[in-house]
């Protein structure tokens, strides 16, 4: 069974940074498209950053340049390094083990609370 637990969101004031985890089991990180998706409060779903098999990362425009997704296969975690934080980035943030570089799978955890507010 997949699971999936993401941490480490909070209040944070603009221009701050944060440092995003999703602790995965039942499938292990290296064999999957992992992404990091995010849903702004009265908005869809969407996409912010994958890494896939090999290690090619890939990160929205809106985030580019400020977000960086990275992998640790011992640890079996993936990881969303967020600076330079803006208002607009407030959301709840999801880990996802996708079907295919561009499909997200059934599998979701509860997401992580990230508020940028001064």
């Known amino acids: 069974q997949v699971q999936l637990a993401e941490s480490g969101g909070g209040l944070v004031q603009p221009g701050g940074s944060l440092r995003l985890s999703c602790v995965v089991s039942?499938?292990?990180?290296?064999?999957?498209?992992m992404g990091w998706f995010r849903q702004p409060p009265g908005k869809e779903r969407e996409l912010v950053a994958r890494?896939?098999?090999?290690?090619?990362?890939d990160v929205g425009d809106s985030v580019k340049g400020r977000f960086t997704i990275s992998r640790d296969n011992a640890k079996n975690t993936v990881y969303l390094q967020m600076s330079s934080l803006e208002a607009k980035d407030t959301a709840i943030y999801y880990c996802?083990?996708?079907?295919?570089?561009?499909?997200?799978?059934?599998?979701w955890g509860q997401g992580t609370l990230v508020v940028v507010s001064s």
């Open positions: 890494i896939g098999i090999p290690g090619n990362t």
């Open positions: 996802n083990p996708m079907g295919a570089w561009t499909t997200p799978s059934i599998y």
């Open positions: 039942g499938i292990h990180v290296s064999i999957v498209t």
